[in-house]
C-alpha cells in the first residue's frame, strides 16, 4: 500500500462522519411526515422541529374535530418520530420572531418550511367586520382550544344561521351545531364552547355554496355523516338538482357516488315529504348564492343579500358561476365564513404565489436572491406550499414527495463547513426568552391535561393559554 | 405461550375493542368486529404467506396471522410501509390503501362497505380492485396473497 492510500485511509477513518443538519419550521401533518422520511433514509441526519406554539400537531389538534377522535390517531405515529433520537422538536419558537430564515440557513444544512396556512380568507363584501359574522376557522379554533380563538364571542341565541362555504371544515362546523350535546361531552372539546353551544337556540343551518352539487367540495364521508345525525333532518332544493341526475352516469367514482348520496337523500325527502317536528333540526344545503352584502339592524347581523347564480362552461368541473341578475334574501342571526385559507409570508425573503403559497417546484423553494452557497437549501411541504386542499393523506404523500428530494440533495451534500443546528439557534432565542418547550415539556402538557380531562369524563381538556402551557411544562 | 405471544395476542385484541368502541356506534355494518370472536380460539396462530409489493418494486414477503387484517400484519411484523394506518384502523385515513389482483379481489369474501368505498374515494391511484387494508382480514383460503400499495401522491400534479 503506497503512502498516499495509507493517508486517505486514515483521514477516513478518524474523520467524523457528516452529520446533516435539517430544521422544520412547523410540527403538523406535513413536519412529521417529512421528519419521518428523512429520519428513516439519511444516515446520522440531525432534525430539529421548530414550532411556534409550545405543543405539537398543528390542524391534528387545532383543526380535526373533537367528534373525530379517531383521525387523531395518527398523532401515535408522530410520536414515535419525535422519540427518534436524531429527531428534536423545539416548541414555543416562531420564524418570523424569534428566529429569522437567514438564521436559519446559516446554521442548517436544509430547512424546510411547514408552517401552514393559518389565515382565513374574507369574502370582501359589505358589513362583513359586523358582530355575529365570523370566520369559521375561529370557530374551529374556539371549540378545539386555539389559544388566539379562545376569548371568541359566539352568539347561538338566534334560530336561524347560515354557513357561507361548503367544503369539509363547513360540514364540521355545521355538525358540531347539530349534533345532540351529549355526544359533544364526551369528546375533547373545550368546556368554554360546550357550555355556550349547549344552550344554542340554533334549528336551522343553511349551507351556502357559490355553485352547485356538482362542484361541492366536501366529501362523501363528512356529507354521509351528517345525513344520519340524531334528531336532524337534511333538506335541498329540488331545483338545485335539476340536469344532475342526467349526468351522474359520467362522473368519476368519488364525484359520482357523493352526487349519487345527495340524489338519494333528496327522494327520500320527496317521499317521506315535510313534518315539521319542534325535536328535529335542519340542515339546509342550498347551492348557486353568492352573499354580496351582510344585512345589519341593531349593529347585528340579520340576514344574507345573494345573489343567484348560473354555471357557464362547458364541463362541470371548470364551470364558473356568474349572477343572473336576480338577488334573495335570507334572514338569519349568525354567519361562518368558511372560504378557504391563505398562508401569510412571515419572513420578506420569501416569495409568495397569486394563491397564497410559497413558490416551489417539487418542494424546493424557487429563490430568485443570489445568496451565498453557505446558507441551507429552502424547502416546502404541506398547505404552505400545496394550498389548503386536502386531508391528511394528502399532506402526508406531500411531505413524502418533498422529503424524498431533500433526501437527494442531502446525499450529495458537501459538509466541509459543519453547520452549529440548534446550538447556534438556541443563542439567537434566548435572546428573545428562554422558554423553549422540549418533547419532555408536552409531555408533561399532554399528561395534565389528560388528567384534567378524566376529572369531567372527558378524554382531555385542552389548555388554552400560552402562559398555563409554559406553567406546566416548566414545572 | 412465550410472554411475547400474550403479549401480542393482548395488544390485539385491545386494538379490536379500541377499534370496536369507536366504530360501532357509527357504523352498524362495520366488519372488523369479526375477527374479535374468531381471533380467540386462534392462538394456535394459523399462519399463511402474504406480500406486499410497493410502488418502486419492493417486495415485502410476510407472514400473517390467520384472523388479522392486513394492518396488524403490517404493525405487527413491524414493516416498513411509510405512514401505512394512519388512523389505526379506524376507517378514517384510508393511509392502508392496496391494490388486489382481480381474482383476489373477487375471492374476499366481504365486499367493501360503503364507509370503506367512502375513503377509499379518497386516495390516490383509486382502481376497481382497491381496498383499504385494514378492512381485509386474511383467512386461510388467501394464503399467498399478493397485494400492491400504491404510491401516496398525485401523478397528476408530480
Ligand atoms: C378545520 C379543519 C379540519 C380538518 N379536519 C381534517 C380531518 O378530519 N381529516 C383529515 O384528514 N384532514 C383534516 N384537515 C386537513 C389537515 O388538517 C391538513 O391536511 C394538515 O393538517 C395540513 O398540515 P400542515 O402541516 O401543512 O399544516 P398545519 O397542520 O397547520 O401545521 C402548521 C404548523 O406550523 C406552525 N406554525 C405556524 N406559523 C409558524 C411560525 N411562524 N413558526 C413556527 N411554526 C409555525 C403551526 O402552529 C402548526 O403547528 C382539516 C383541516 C382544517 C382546517
Ligand atoms: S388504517 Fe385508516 S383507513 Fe385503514
Given at each position: ?59 391534528i389538534?387545532?383543526?380535526v374535530?373533537?367528534?373525530h377522535p379517531e383521525v387523531k390517531n395518527v398523532i401515535n405515529q408522530f410520536t ?312 391528511i ?83 | ?14 386494538s379490536?375493542?379500541l377499534r370496536?368502541?369507536s ?62 394506518g394512519a388512523c389505526e384502523g379506524t376507517?378514517t385515513c384510508?393511509t ?63
Open positions: 500500500m503506497n503512502r498516499t492510500h495509507l493517508k486517505t485511509m486514515i483521514r477516513m477513518l478518524s474523520s467524523v462522519p457528516v452529520v446533516p443538519r435539517v430544521s422544520i419550521i412547523g410540527a403538523g401533518a406535513a413536519g412529521f411526515y417529512a421528519a419521518m422520511h428523512l429520519s428513516k433514509n439519511v444516515a446520522n441526519i440531525q432534525i430539529d422541529l421548530l414550532e411556534k406554539l409550545p405543543v405539537p400537531f398543528g390542524l389538534r387545532y383543526g374535530a373533537p367528534d414515535k418520530v419525535a422519540q427518534h433520537p436524531n429527531v428534536n422538536f423545539y416548541g414555543n419558537v416562531t420564524l418570523g420572531k424569534d428566529v429569522s430564515l437567514n438564521q436559519l440557513r446559516q446554521h442548517y444544512d436544509a430547512v424546510l418550511l411547514c408552517y401552514g396556512a393559518d389565515e382565513d380568507k374574507a369574502l370582501g363584501i359589505e358589513n362583513e367586520d359586523a358582530q355575529n359574522i365570523i370566520a369559521a376557522r375561529n370557530f374551529v379554533g374556539w371549540y378545539n382550544g386555539f389559544p388566539n380563538d379562545k376569548d371568541l364571542k359566539v352568539d347561538l341565541s338566534g334560530h336561524t344561521m347560515a354557513i357561507l362555504g361548503q367544503g369539509n371544515v363547513a360540514l364540521d362546523v355545521a355538525r358540531i351545531l347539530l349534533s345532540p350535546i351529549d355526544e359533544l361531552k364526551k369528546t375533547d372539546i373545550t368546556e368554554h364552547a360546550l357550555e355556550i353551544i349547549s344552550e344554542s337556540k340554533v334549528k336551522e343551518i343553511y349551507l351556502i355554496g357559490r355553485r352547485g352539487p356538482l362542484q361541492v367540495a366536501f366529501t362523501i364521508k363528512e356529507l354521509r355523516e351528517l345525513l344520519k345525525l340524531k334528531n336532524c333532518k337534511t333538506l335541498w332544493r329540488e331545483q338545485d338538482f335539476k340536469g344532475v341526475s342526467e349526468i351522474v352516469g359520467n362522473l368519476g367514482r368519488p364525484r359520482k357516488r357523493l352526487t349519487e348520496l345527495m340524489l338519494k337523500s333528496l327522494q327520500e325527502q320527496n317521499q317521506e315529504g315535510f313534518i315539521a317536528d319542534q325535536g328535529l333540526k335542519y340542515f339546509k344545503p342550498i347551492f348557486f348564492r353568492s352573499p354580496i352584502k351582510f344585512l345589519i339592524s341593531d349593529k347585528k347581523l340579520s340576514g344574507i343579500k345573494l345573489s343567484c347564480n348560473k354555471l357557464v362552461g362547458d364541463t362541470f368541473d371548470d364551470q364558473r358561476c356568474v349572477p343572473n341578475g336576480e338577488v334573495e334574501e335570507l334572514d338569519c342571526s349568525l354567519a361562518l365564513r368558511s372560504i378557504g385559507y391563505k398562508s401569510i409570508p412571515v419572513d420578506k425573503e420569501l416569495i409568495f404565489t397569486s394563491y397564497g403559497t410559497i413558490a416551489n417546484n417539487k418542494g424546493i423553494i424557487i429563490d430568485n436572491s443570489c445568496h451565498s452557497t453557505d446558507l441551507g437549501k429552502l424547502y416546502v411541504a404541506g398547505w404552505l406550499g400545496t394550498g389548503p386542499i386536502g386531508v393523506l394528502h399532506t402526508m404523500g406531500n411531505a413524502f414527495q418533498v422529503a424524498k428530494v431533500m433526501c437527494e440533495d442531502l446525499k450529495i451534500l458537501n459538509n466541509s463547513k459543519p453547520k452549529g443546528g440548534f446550538e447556534e439557534i438556541r443563542k439567537i432565542v434566548t435572546e428573545k426568552h428562554n422558554l423553549i418547550v422540549d418533547w419532555h415539556g408536552w409531555e408533561k402538557i399532554n399528561r395534565y391535561e389528560i388528567e384534567q380531562g378524566k376529572m369531567k369524563g372527558k378524554p382531555r381538556e385542552k389548555i388554552c393559554t400560552i402562559q398555563e402551557m409554559l406553567e406546566v411544562a416548566f414545572r | 405461550m412465550s410472554l411475547k405471544s400474550i403479549f401480542r395476542t393482548v395488544s390485539n385484541s385491545r379490536y375493542l370496536y368502541k366504530l360501532g356506534a357509527s357504523f352498524s355494518n362495520y366488519r372488523s368486529i369479526v375477527p374479535l370472536s374468531t381471533n380467540i380460539p386462534n392462538l394456535k396462530e394459523e399462519k399463511v404467506k402474504l406480500t406486499f409489493v410497493l410502488y418502486d418494486g419492493k417486495r415485502i414477503e410476510t407472514e400473517a396471522k390467520v384472523g388479522d387484517t392486513l394492518l396488524d400484519v403490517v404493525v405487527n411484523n413491524n414493516l416498513n410501509i411509510e405512514g401505512y376507517l384510508s392502508c390503501h392496496v391494490i388486489l389482483k382481480q381474482e383476489d379481489f373477487d375471492r374476499l369474501p366481504e365486499e367493501a362497505s360503503d364507509e370503506e368505498r367512502d375513503m377509499l374515494d379518497l386516495a390516490y391511484g383509486l382502481t376497481d380492485t382497491s381496498r383499504l387494508g385494514c378492512q381485509i382480514t386474511m383467512t386461510k383460503d388467501l394464503d399467498g396473497l399478493e397485494v400492491q400499495v400504491p404510491e401516496t401522491i398525485n401523478d397528476a400534479r408530480s
